[in-house]
């Protein structure tokens, strides 16, 4: 009897030890998402956004809000209000928390590197999300995720080549820049202008920053029709400033879509309803919902893991007549 229970034992202590041994040396398969690989330490993300000066923005905010809850990811989240010194001191407080992994949207391009340079001494990864920043040491950042704003300009400079050809000129085209400095402003206007000098009928007349707003855009664009005789089309780097200059156009006695064309970049649901409504010509789409993509990439940089310098988002054009059957589908 007692042999019998010594080998009953000795069969127990046998089969913990086989399981101990699988649970310390084996694979880490099984670690909960949003988890450090092997470490059981939720990931945090310290995400600076630039503010809530759009739509676009609104659901970007969301996207990445959402998708962080999903993944099992804590988010410590910032709202620079389009200030770039809020973002830098949200960025500071970020590696004082000793965040996992840092991720911001530029609110402009440079004056970047000190603060960088600070996260990277901390051993503190960081992702651009949206818009690039402009610095000669790529080490600053892990990877750039985010729209080809040059790519978009040079879309909508297509669509304007394209609708005007074989048509005598000269075109008088008046420009809303977005956030003076920012990436999707230079990049935006650059492409744009890359694509209509080859032809000397299209001529900016005017271009001023309308801070990506529609209550600015409307501002601007009213000042536009005061000082300009001849406007024929308005190229918008976004959606809200193009629906602030509709009612500004609307309001000068002028219709929108017709007496001047509109063209804008974004994509949002209200600039698809003034499509439908023919105020709006074309509109470049520019993907806000960037969420799961960021906490891909999160993971990835928080283990340690490479990651492709540049992550673009997929992205197409919409004329006036393909507006009525994308609008459904449009959920931001």
Not at 144 to 154: A, H, M, N, T
Request: contains cysteine; proline residues 4%.
């Amino acid at each position: 009897m007692a042999r019998r229970t010594a080998l009953v034992l000795t069969a127990a202590l046998l089969a913990s030890a086989a399981l101990t041994a699988c649970s310390t040396q084996g694979p880490d398969t099984g670690s909960a998402p949003g988890t450090r690989k092997g470490s059981g330490k939720a990931i945090t993300l310290g995400f600076a956004q630039v503010g809530a000066e759009s739509g676009w923005r609104t659901a970007n905010t969301r996207s990445v809000q959402e998708a962080a809850k999903k993944a099992g990811i804590t988010l410590k989240f910032s709202d620079a209000q389009q200030k770039q010194e809020n973002q830098i001191k949200a960025i500071r407080t970020f590696i004082q928390q000793k965040v996992d992994v840092i991720a911001f949207s530029p609110v402009v391009e440079s004056g970047w590197d000190t603060v960088l340079k600070e996260a990277r001494d901390a051993g503190i990864p960081v992702i651009l999300t949206d818009r690039a920043v402009d610095t000669k040491d790529t080490t600053l950042y892990k990877t750039f995720l985010g729209s080809d704003f040059v790519k978009e300009g040079k879309s909508a400079g297509e669509w304007l080549t394209s609708a005007y050809a074989g048509k005598p000129g000269p075109v008088n085209i008046v420009e809303l820049q977005g956030t003076t400095g920012s990436a999707p402003a230079n990049d935006r206007k650059a492409g744009f202008a890359d694509v209509i000098k080859g032809d000397a009928k299209f001529k900016i007349v005017a271009s001023q920053s309308g801070d990506f707003t529609r209550a600015k855009g409307k501002e601007v664009m009213q000042a536009f029709l005061k000082s300009q005789k001849d406007i024929d089309v308005l190229y918008a780097h976004n959606d809200d400033m193009a629906l602030g200059a509709i009612q500004a156009i609307e309001e000068s006695g002028r219709k929108p879509g017709t007496d001047i064309k509109v063209i804008s970049v974004d994509g949002i649901k209200d600039a698809f309803v003034a499509m439908t409504e023919g105020k709006i010509n074309v509109v470049v789409e520019c993907n806000p919902l960037l969420g799961d993509q960021l906490m891909e990439l999160t993971k990835k940089v928080a283990a340690g893991q490479s990651v492709p310098p540049r992550v673009e988002t997929r992205e197409g054009v919409f004329p006036q007549d393909k507006a009525a059957a994308a609008l459904p589908s449009r959920n931001y």
